[in-house]
Nanobody, 125 residues
């Protein structure tokens, strides 16, 4: 069973940066589409960012566009989320997600069949 493992979440102050990592446990499995979602306490899980090998497109939620950057390292079979200029409203549990399907509704969490356990990001002074 392929697993996704997130890391990098921690407590940071507003304006600081943080990089989250998501590693695929099976190095022989390469997902054509992966994404980051987040869920703040008491709120629904929401889309943050995604990429697809189909055209190499990246997609961002309006609330993070220009501050966050999604990337992948195919050699390490890992995905990253670079988060800059963090705000208190970015506080949430961040989840990585993956799908073997290269195209589809990338912003829809139901599109993804593999999920990590989540990593907590807290932005507070």
């Amino acid at each position: 069973q392929v697993q996704l493992v997130e890391s990098g979440g921690q407590l940071v102050q507003p304006g600081e940066s943080l990089r989250l990592s998501c590693t695929v446990s099976d190095h022989t499995t390469s997902f054509p589409a992966m994404a980051w979602f987040r869920q703040a306490s008491g709120k629904d899980r929401e889309f943050v960012a995604a990429f697809t090998r189909n055209g190499g497109g990246t997609f961002y939620a309006p609330s993070v566009k220009g501050r966050f950057a999604i990337s992948r390292d195919t050699a390490k079979n890992a995905m990253y989320l670079q988060m800059d200029s963090l705000k208190p409203e970015d506080t949430a549990v961040y989840y990585c997600a993956a799908t073997p399907t290269p195209t589809g509704r990338l912003l829809d969490q139901n599109f993804y069949s593999y999920w990590g356990q989540g990593t907590q990001v807290t932005v507070a002074s």
